[in-house]
């Protein structure tokens, strides 16, 4: 099989004292059944023993660097800029790809050229199960983030035209593909599952309400009195839901997530 017949493909990790689950990413990466890939590590200057890690796999890396960063955006700009692929995607430590055959499922034949961002399907692990979720309309990506940035690869030129806002501290992925929406490039859906995410560590309780306040900022929607109305019942429902956590027994709230979860998947 000759490389050159198909697209480069960047895959960027932005690594922070991560080394218990740096390597399963990289093995992931560097497993892939698909012959054209550009690996690219940034690591934001840990001193866990990531470093140790980056380096057992130097060979199969194209370019990898530690210093100190701005923030992850910060991070993943410097990704960008190292990139010379044709697409670019971004699999972080601690995520993974669904399985070794996916990449070449997906650009074995290469996208049409009209295509500027692919995205699909990505499999949530909580402490209380698993599944696999499916983005919403694109619609509703005028409101919030509709799939993850580990499932989703976007053409090079684009992102190095229009990096990362850093100004946004969780939502600038979002800010950048709502932009792209805007301006009219295409998103084609794939119905399959790209990656897996592991959820079980959760979002903290500032990091979720500073992520919907970056969705109606984005969205241009923070003015409105529809988003302030539901932005302020979010508040008030993430609050009440920490106070019920925080006053029943763990294990009572682990049966109730379980419960619901199963409820869901029906």
């Known amino acids: 099989m000759n490389p050159n017949r198909y697209p480069l493909i960047s895959i960027i990790t932005v690594v922070y004292n991560c080394k218990d689950d740096l390597e399963m990413t990289i093995k ?5 059944t698909y012959p054209n890939i550009e ?4 690591d934001g200057n840990s001193n866990d023993g990531t470093i140790d890690i980056i380096k057992k796999y130097q060979n199969k890396i194209t370019y990898w660097i530690s210093e100190p960063d701005e923030g992850i955006y910060d ?6 800029r190292q990139s010379t692929g044709d697409w670019i995607n971004f699999m972080n430590a601690g995520d993974r790809f669904y399985d070794q055959n996916i990449l070449s499922s997906l650009f074995i034949p290469a996208p049409k050229p009209s295509t500027d961002i692919i995205y699909g399907d990505t499999e949530f692990i909580y402490t209380f199960g698993k599944y696999i979720r499916k983005p919403a309309s694109l619609t509703y990506l005028k409101e919030s983030m509709i799939f993850c940035h580990q ?3 976007v053409r090079t030129y684009l992102l190095k035209k ?10 600038a992925d979002y800010d950048f ?14 119905p399959s599952t790209i990656a897996i995410f592991d959820a079980r560590e959760g979002v903290s309780s500032s990091n979720r309400i500073t992520r919907e306040k970056e969705f109606g900022i984005i969205s241009e929607r923070e003015q409105t009195i529809e988003w302030k109305i539901k932005y302020f019942k979010f508040i008030i429902y993430h609050y009440l839901k920490k106070t019920v956590e925080y006053l029943l ?3 009572l709230i ?3 997530k379980r419960w619901n979860f199963k409820r869901i998947q029906k």
């Open 28 to 32: 992931s990466i560097i497993d892939q």
């Open 177 to 190: 593909f709502l932009f792209c929406l805007k301006e009219g490039k295409i998103l084609q859906y794939v």
């Open 249 to 251: 027994p763990k294990e």
């Open 162 to 171: 229009r990096e990362f806002n850093t100004k946004y501290k969780i939502c």
């Open 151 to 153: 499932s989703s690869f």
């Open 39 to 42: 690996y690219i590590v940034i």
């Open 254 to 256: 682990l049966k109730i």
């Open 75 to 80: 991070a993943m700009n410097k990704g960008i």
